[in-house]
C-alpha cells in the first residue's frame, strides 16, 4: 500500500504560478499527476516514470513541469503561466507497475494509488 499526500493548491491570477507537492509512504516506479475539472472526466497532466523522461499532456506542456526526489518520496509540480482552464482537483498518482507509466499508457490512469487531490483555482 501506499499512501499519497497532495499540497501546494491554493488560487492565483491567471499567469501565476504555483507548485504542487505529492508526498509518498514509499517510492513507487512511477508517479504522475491528474486533474478533473467541475463537469468533466480527469485528465492526464504529467508523469515521470522512475527510468526515462517525463510524459506531459499537450494542454500543459512548456507551461509544467514535473519532478521527483526519489530521496524524499516526492513529487512535484511546478505550474507556470496558469489559465483560467488549468483550474481543477489535482491528483497525485503511484504504481510500481513498469506498463501503466510508458508513454502511450499513462494518461489512461490505470494508477493503483490515489491521493485525495488539492484544488487549484485560476482566476481571470
Known amino acids: 500500500q501506499v499512501q499519497l499526500v497532495e499540497s501546494g493548491g491554493g488560487s492565483v491570477q491567471a499567469g501565476g504560478s504555483l507548485r504542487l507537492s505529492c508526498s509518498a509512504s514509499?517510492?513507487?516506479?512511477?508517479m504522475a499527476w491528474f486533474r478533473q475539472a467541475t463537469g468533466k472526466e480527469r485528465e492526464g497532466v504529467a508523469s515521470f516514470p522512475t527510468a526515462g523522461g517525463p510524459n506531459y499532456a499537450r494542454a500543459v506542456g512548456g507551461r509544467f513541469t514535473i519532478s521527483r526526489d526519489n530521496g524524499n518520496n516526492t513529487l512535484y509540480l511546478q505550474m507556470s503561466d496558469l489559465k483560467p482552464e488549468d483550474t481543477a482537483v489535482y491528483f497525485c498518482?503511484?504504481?510500481?507497475?513498469?506498463?501503466?507509466?510508458?508513454?502511450?499508457?499513462?494518461?489512461?490512469?490505470?494508477?493503483?494509488?490515489w491521493g485525495q487531490g488539492t484544488q487549484v483555482t485560476v482566476s481571470s
Open positions: 514509499r517510492n513507487t516506479y512511477c
Open positions: 498518482a503511484a504504481d510500481f507497475r513498469v506498463w501503466v507509466c510508458t508513454s502511450a499508457s499513462w494518461s489512461r490512469g490505470e494508477f493503483e494509488f
